[in-house]
Each structure stands twice: as C-alpha cells, then as structure tokens.
C-alpha cells in the first residue's frame, strides 16, 4: 500500500515498513521514529540506523540483533535504550528497509 | 561425470541424498553421476524425540541410529568435519585438508544452539540449575535434575529467534505441567515462559490459542522478553531492556546460529552463518549451482522436519531442472505442519506457510481428518508418538507422504470466527471442526 511520510509517497507493508528503500530520506525516517515514540533522532540514533541501512543495502540482509551490537559502535544495552523493544526492527523501519525476516 | 554433493547426513541431508539416488539410479549406476554426502559424525538424532526425553517418556537411546545406514544405495558416505566452501573453485574444503569437487551443491548442515553467546549461561549453575534440551546430552542432564528436583520456581526461556522447532518452548510447559500433575507436585512448582515474542507463538490466531491454553494449565507468560544475562546462583534472568526474571531452575532454548565453516566460506550465510537463500526455488543467492534446505537456511518458515520434507520435494525437481537447464520453479511455500504435545496425552496439530498462519479445521482429509487442527485431541497425540516411526521409515527414506503434498493446501482449514482450543475435545470433534467447504480451495 503507498502511505505519505513526511511528505514523500513511499510504498509500505501493513506494519509501515518501508517496500523501497530508495524512497527514504532522513525526514521520512525522523517522522517514522516520532510515530514510534522516539521523539529526537539523536546522533546514537543515526548511527545505528545508518549502519543498519548501509548494511541491508550492500548485502541484502539486515543485520541482527547481536551484529549490530557488535559491529555498529553501540552496545546492544544501549540499543534497547535507544530504540525501546526491539532495536533490529525499530531501526529498520526508520532506516526505511523491509522487516527483517527470521521471525517464524 | 556429474557430482552431486551434499553437506550434512541429518534430517534433510539425508532425505536429499535417498531423493535424489531414487531419481538418479539409472545414472548412478551407470556411473553418469555419483553422489556424496559428508558428515561430521555417524549419530543421527531423532530430534523430536528430544522433547519426551526430559520427563522420561523416551530414553535417550530411543533417539538415535547410526547415521550412514539411513543412507541408502550407491551414496557416497565421507566423514569429516567442513572447514569452508570456496564457491567460486566448486570446491569444498575439510578439516585436515582433504578437498571435494562438485557439480551440484547441496547444504543441509543445519543449525545448532549457540549457549556460549548469553553472557553467565554457560557460567555457574550450568547444567545444575540452568539447562537445555536441544542437545542429547542436554536432555538427559536436564531428566535426571527434574527427577529429584522438589518444586519451585521453572522457567523456560527462548534467548533470540529463529529457533529449531518453534513450537517446542510451548510443548515443554505443556509436559511439565502434565509432569508435575502426575508426580502430585503441580502445588510446588511455579511454571514461566519467557520469550522475546509478543505472544505465545509467532502467528496471532495460533497465538491466542495457546496463550489461552496457557493460562488454563496456570503457566505465565513473559512476552517480549530479551535475555541478554544470565546470573545462575542468584536465579536471575535479566533482559537487555533491565527487567528480571527469577528462576530456581532455567530452562533454555539458546541462540541458534548455522554451521561454523558457513562463516568461513564468503558470501555463503548471513551474520548468524544461515545460507542465504531464495525462499521460492531453494538456490543459494551464492552461486547457481549451490543449493540450500532445512534448518540450514535463512528462509523465513520454521525450522522443522516437516519443512526440509516439503522443500526436499521441491528441491529435488529444481535440481534436476537445474540439471537439464531448465529455469528453477518457485514452488516452495513455506509449508510446515507440526504436532504440539499438550500434556494428558493429547496433542494439536498445525499447518500453516509463507502466507497462511496456522488456522483450525480437519487434516489431511476436509470434515473428516482424522486429525484435527489447532484443537487438542487424544488421536493428534497418537499422530505425535507414531510419526517417530513415520520419520525413520518414510521421511528419511525420501518417500511421499500420503494426502499431504509440499505445497500447503487450504482444504479443510477455517477462516473467520475461530474457535478456542477445546480442553476435553475428543476425536470427532466439536461443531466447529466442521470442514467449511466454501473457503477451501485446491491447490494441486
């Protein structure tokens, strides 16, 4: 379904995960974070997030939970600080990437 | 000559390699095309087993053979621990330098649980108060600390998704509520289910029945919870997001990670060393002639037998088109059917894919079953006990399954109003296991 963020029409799931990655910009993803009770994208925040979508972008896949701890410069501690719940999925969604899969 | 070779004489390994010889016995023996399957070790585990073997319903020797006698034929058997694939030499290297050359590759290597990744899991209290039954030798500790165990507090605790089987957390509150009822204990013993879902089960309709179920048989659940420490002799199991769960005795499903060489071998797997692979045809994203099935790969269906039966069906046709350069079919869907002890002798069964989440009704056969779905009955627990002999003598052997074909099929599944699990249901069934013809439809 096309949903408008930000402005911007962008194709979602019916979670608000973004289809195409190539429709997201930083604003599309503050409002996506705000909508999720993040109120302020810190600089934290943008790290993650960009390390997270740099990652889905070159390899097809979006890291996990314990790659991103290891390998983003945040602790997965402060991932759960950060993004409350469930950091994998929360920073793909702002990120504008698909759900990570893995779930079933 | 052609060679096939296939990573792994487990559950779908082994199942590739008596597919594939069947339809390759003409070739085979005219020395056309050999295939070679490598494993690490000759003991193959009976894993559903592994679930009865803490409350004592099967010995731990109820659960293993010998690998290399299940498979059949002119197969190959090389034993050997994998040390990479080098996909752009088709060359597969062991441990110890021996190498392999193959045409085809097929990786079924599986998963295993990874313990070691929870900080104090594996620390003090490990194998005393904290357990896991996804190993033989796990299973049998954790039998003989429930025998003499007096009561208290259990907790069973998924660490991170996907997990083998992801209806065995559920199982084992199941049985240990059955367990301790009948040692006329239950008054002891506190039961908890702590997992990083939101529910019961990753799918909602599944989710709302058993989280129902739970609640009847007084087991708690803590949802959306994620184990990032373990302290064993304070009984502490603490989440990432600072929230404590106290525990007498720890029950764990670990981390689940892919074979070790997967990260040895570049570009194979993702970050937990699971082969990445197209959910649809089963090729690897690697290279076309690598191939991937069962709990081995990142497709998003559930790591289960039934589901490397299904895809091995599929995979078997792709190979052979891939053989004959034919384009792949994208006819895996995901299919996965599984029987959920329940305790009392009784079981649910479910069957669900990619698209479709597991929905009540009748199985195989509409309005008829015998078996029934999402609903507790006394024959699924039959259906349960028997399929370990099903499992030896028609899975791994690569036979069909009679009336169930790989692709999930909608017939005999209800939609709509749905209805709770029946605790006293019996076979026949209740009105609402009626078969409800006009949302069937046929998939061939």
Known sequence: ?104 | MKRILILGAGTAGTIMANRLRKLYKREMRAGALEITIVDQDDRHIYQPGLLFVPFGIYSPDDCVKPRRPQVKGRVRYVTGAIDRVEADEDRVYLEGGKTLDYDILIVATGTEIAPHETDGLTGPGWNEKMFDFYTLEGATRLAEALEKWEGGRLVLNIVEMPIKCPIAPLEFVFLADWYFTKKGMRDKVQIALATPLDGAFTRPIASKAFGDLMERKGIELVPDFNAGEVDGPEGKLKSWDEREVDFDLLVSIPLHMGAGYVSRSPGLGDDMNFVLTDPNTLQAKRKENIFALGDATNVPTSKAGSVAHFEAEVLEQNVRRYMEGEPLEEAFDGHANCFIETGHGKAVLIDFNYEVEPLPGKFPFPGVGPLALLKETRFNHWGKLFFKWMYWHMLLPGYDIPAVPPRMSMRGKQRGDLPKLERHAVLGGSPNSSDNGDESSKVA
């Not at chain 1, 705000?34 to 390390?51: L, N, S």
């Not at chain 1, 070159?58 to 390998?71: F, W």
């Open chain 1, 1 to 104: 379904m096309t949903a408008t963020i930000a402005g911007v029409a962008v194709e979602v799931d019916g979670e608000g995960f973004l289809q195409k990655p190539e429709q997201w910009n930083r604003e599309v993803g503050a409002e996506i974070a705000r909508g999720a009770g993040i109120a302020e994208m810190t600089d934290k925040h943008w790290q993650v997030v960009e390390f997270m979508r740099n990652r889905y972008l070159e390899t097809g896949s979006a890291p996990s939970i314990r790659a991103l701890g290891k390998e983003s410069g945040v602790p997965i501690k402060e991932l759960y600080q950060l993004f409350p719940k469930g950091p994998a999925k929360l920073a793909a969604k702002i990120g504008g990437i698909p759900k990570p899969r893995g779930c079933i």
